[in-house]
């Protein structure tokens, strides 16, 4: 914090009992002070205890710079990588779940009542954000990392012992999505005090850890379910997590803390048009990308062009695909902008949803899984850093971050019921046509208000960095 420093002049104009500092010496060797009464008193040679010196404070140094790289730096981000790995990854692999549970193997529910799982839990990670972010700025950093981590292995080890609806949804729904949040939002908060012209990339690469654990969490389960049940393969996912927790654990670290705790509302953020306009947009865009994460695997396997194992690595093919869509796009926005990246592939987000009524074959399915995993690794990676953008007071940066999310949040919470008793609507086969509709849809509104927000900041001009 900056401290305010006054001139000596000033120091001499302001005192209020009419005493003041006269310098007798040009050299400054020499000063004579004199009391209220006119008279000379003894004159006090040197420099070191010159009283116009002493009664200047000392400014404040500010924190350095960020570093902008550096081995401490990118060790930030492979932690932040992980903790994406083992919090946004398994959210990302709840397609798998959602496949078995409707298989009725473990319980029986509805299509919409087994989506609230991933729904509670994908949502809870967004609002937790509201605590997560002023325990961070009150350097509560480690006790966070603790306590999420233990909070998902809880829920991992706790549904593997599961076998109703209700024990399912209070472990992977609500134990991992309130751990998950504890630790997703310190990463996003804490890799922006690292970096500034790479902040894009950075974050792009933290990410991509998701879908890293997009792709490997199915897998264990797709491969060790047949072999030794469902118990022992989400026990199996518990043990992966507890060693890869090891290194965010011990490596990440505050590099500035905040002069003062965040608030956990910014008022001013709800008369703020363009923050608003693209929160909604991030609300849309978060029922759309829900939609594909939950079903792109039930899909294929209800139309019949697909087995339960192909069903599940599409899951797997979805992310893997995702992994690009987080780091190459968020790479470019350094390059060109972040709504200049943004608004393409929101829209074009929606594009490959619609294109799913039109495929009828495995060869087809996998080809849409890697475009929408693609396309849908923008919604993860990107919005953190156009929040960023949006905040003009720097030191709210925090709290707005936490507030976007937390809104949109309700697009997650939304989206997975509203598609399952979308696609139960008829009374025939499910009604897929309506499920994608309804998630195109939605990507194209969302691509709407993005576009609203980047002409309300740069202009209709397209070579414009925005």
């Known amino acids: 914090m900056a401290s305010h420093v006054m001139e000596p002049s000033s120091l ?28 000379d008193s003894i004159p006090k040679s040197g420099t070191d205890t010159d009283p116009e010196k002493a009664a200047s404070p000392v400014p404040a140094a ?3 710079p960020p570093p902008n790289g550096g081995t401490v730096a990118w060790l930030q981000v492979a932690a932040g990588f992980v903790l994406f790995f083992n919090t946004w990854g398994i959210l990302s692999s709840f397609g798998v779940f959602q496949s078995y549970y409707e298989s009725g193997d473990l319980f029986t529910a509805s299509s919409s009542n087994i989506s609230w799982i991933g729904s509670i839990q994908s949502f809870l990670l967004q609002l937790t954000g509201l605590v997560a972010g002023p325990l961070y700025d009150r350097g509560y950093l480690r006790a966070l990392l603790v306590t999420g981590m233990g909070l998902v292995l809880l829920g991992l080890f ?58 490997i969490y199915p897998i264990v389960l797709s ?14 996912m518990g043990f992966i997590a507890l060693g890869t927790f090891l290194l965010p654990l011990f490596a990440m670290r505050v590099r500035v ?3 003062k705790p965040r608030s956990v509302v910014d008022w001013a953020a709800f008369t703020d048009v363009p923050f608003v306009i693209f929160t909604i947009g991030v609300f849309f865009v978060f029922i759309a990308n829900t939609v594909v994460i939950f079903y792109i695997s039930y899909y294929p396997l209800d139309r019949g062009f697909a087995d339960q194992s192909l069903g599940f690595y599409i899951v797997a093919i979805f992310n893997a695909g995702s992994a690009f869509g987080r780091i190459i796009p968020n790479a470019l926005s350094d390059r060109i902008g ?9 829209l074009v987000l929606g594009v490959t949803q619609f294109a799913l009524l039109g495929v009828f074959n495995t060869a087809g399915m996998v080809v849409e899984a890697i475009a929408t995993g693609f396309f849908s690794g923008v919604v993860i990676a990107l919005p953190p850093v156009a929040f960023r953008m949006l905040t003009t007071n720097k030191s709210m940066i925090g709290t707005r971050i936490g507030m976007g999310f937390a809104l949109a949040g309700f697009g997650l919470l939304a989206a997975g019921p509203i598609a399952g008793a979308i696609l139960a609507s008829t009374s025939g086969p499910l009604n897929w046509t309506g499920v994608w509709s309804f998630g195109g849809a939605t990507a194209i509104v969302s ?14 001009a397209l070579n414009v960095k925005a």
């Not at 302001?14 to 002070?33: C, D, I, Q, R």
């Not at 630790?183 to 890799?191: E, I, K």
């Not at 379910?225 to 199996?236: C, K, M, N, Y």
């Not at 972040?338 to 929101?346: D, E, G």
């Open 12 to 39: 001499a104009s302001e005192n209020g009992n009419g005493n003041g500092y006269n310098n007798n010496n040009n050299n400054n060797n020499t000063t004579t002070t004199t009391n209220g009464n006119g008279n």
């Open 62 to 64: 500010g924190p350095p």
């Open 158 to 215: 706790t549904l593997s012992a599961s076998y109703e609806y209700y024990q399912a949804l209070l472990s992977q729904g609500f134990a991992i999505g309130i751990g998950a949040g504890l630790l997703f939002t310190p990463t996003v908060s804490l890799l922006p005090t690292y970096f500034t012209t790479h902040i894009g990339l950075a974050i792009g690469i933290a990410s991509s850890g998701s879908s890293l654990g997009g792709v």
């Open 223 to 236: 491969r060790l379910i047949d072999q030794v049940g469902f118990p022992w393969a989400v026990r199996a």
């Open 257 to 259: 803390q905040p002069p």
């Open 338 to 346: 972040v709504f200049n990246t943004l608004v393409p592939l929101t």
């Open 447 to 460: 691509a709407i208000c993005h576009t609203i927000v980047r002409i309300m900041r740069s202009g209709v």
